[in-house]
């Protein structure tokens, strides 16, 4: 497939696709790394840091992990009891308070998705879960058109708005059965959530992940920018397709090629495109994004994969995004 990597203006420091020149880093010694893995939103996260002992080793993983359960019981869509989908099961249509952080995330994946032409939707819950990828279970035959339409007249950026009053934040819906998903940007933004945990615990070099989404600052164990592998876009191998140098900014890749199911004889994508209702089924199987925030490449990748190469191709360039695909 093709490969087509951009260069954003806003980007002060370079990003390579197959490493940087290491005469222009500075060489140090060799620092102890350590790595924290564990489980979150039905994914993985990871935390590589350096320098630091065992002890506070152990007590960070307890801390990350607490505040990505915390994160989760914000934004999941599989706990009914979360803040999000005690919003969405919210009968009427009064503005309903939410905290600062949920503010924030619906607030970015509007812009995102007003500068996607709707392509990244936040309110597409109604068809994510028609075609079996949220709560309820995988159809057993293809959702026919009437209940696509039905789907879709649940959903649509427009009956969703973020409300700032006195110091409070509101979402409010003007369907009272919108549903609101924001696994799009969920990973993106508990990756920013653990980057500024560490900043709080003074640790200065680090990179952290969650799921396809990835922050990092300062220099790896050998004193070289945190460097990211870029899988080959196929589930029969764990190629690298490149090596990008992140150099403390947000990264983030949407692909169709892992999570998906056999429906009918057709692969069904989890990745759903918001204005036909149905999962995508163009040839880009892959976007990677570099953006300032993990949670602003988490939204702009999937948006550009919503779109198709050539669509994506044009937001790029309109928008001034740092993308591989």
């Known amino acids: 497939m093709d490969i087509t990597f951009f260069r954003a203006a806003l980007f002060g420091a370079c990003v390579l696709l197959s490493g940087c020149d290491s005469a222009t880093t500075p060489q140090t010694p060799k620092s102890a790394a350590t790595v924290l893995e564990g489980k979150t939103m039905g994914t993985f996260w990871r935390v590589s840091v350096i320098n630091v002992d065992e002890a506070k080793a152990e007590a960070l993983r ?4 607490a505040q990505l359960d915390a994160d989760d019981r914000l934004l999941s869509t599989w706990k009914n009891d979360s803040a999000l989908m005690r919003f969405n099961h919210s009968p009427g249509t009064s503005p309903w308070p939410v905290n600062e952080a949920m503010a924030d995330i619906v607030t970015m994946s509007l812009r995102i ?12 819950g109604p068809l ?14 293809t959702p026919d058109a009437q209940q696509i339409a039905a789907a879709k007249a649940r959903s649509g950026l427009q009956h969703l708005t973020v409300i700032n009053q006195a110091g409070k934040q509101f ?30 615990e003074g640790i200065s070099r680090y990179l952290v992940s969650v799921g396809g989404a990835l922050a990092s600052r300062g220099m790896n164990a050998e004193g070289q920018p945190w460097r990211v592998a870029i899988q080959k ?14 150099n403390g900014h947000g990264i983030s890749t949407s692909g169709s090629y892992r999570n998906y199911y056999e429906l009918d ?11 036909t209702g149905r999962p995508i089924d163009h040839k880009l199987v892959s976007v990677t994004v570099i953006a300032p925030t993990a949670l602003e490449a988490d939204g702009w990748d999937t948006g550009l994969m919503v779109l198709g190469p050539e669509k994506a191709r044009d937001v790029v360039r309109e928008q001034g995004l740092a993308v591989y695909m």
């Open 113 to 124: 998705g007003a500068k996607t032409h709707g392509a990244m939707d936040i309110t597409v």
């Open 62 to 65: 307890q801390k990350v992990q």
């Open 233 to 246: 876009p196929t589930d029969r191998e764990n190629a690298v397709q490149a090596i990008v140098d992140i």
């Open 128 to 141: 994510v879960n028609l075609w079996g990828f949220g709560p309820d279970k995988q159809p057993v035959k």
């Open 171 to 200: 979402l409010q819906k003007d369907i009272p059965d919108l549903f609101v998903d924001l696994s799009t940007v969920g990973e993106g933004y508990a990756a920013d959530h653990l980057a500024r945990l560490m900043e709080q």
């Open 265 to 275: 004889g057709k692969r069904i994508s989890h990745v759903i495109d918001p204005q």
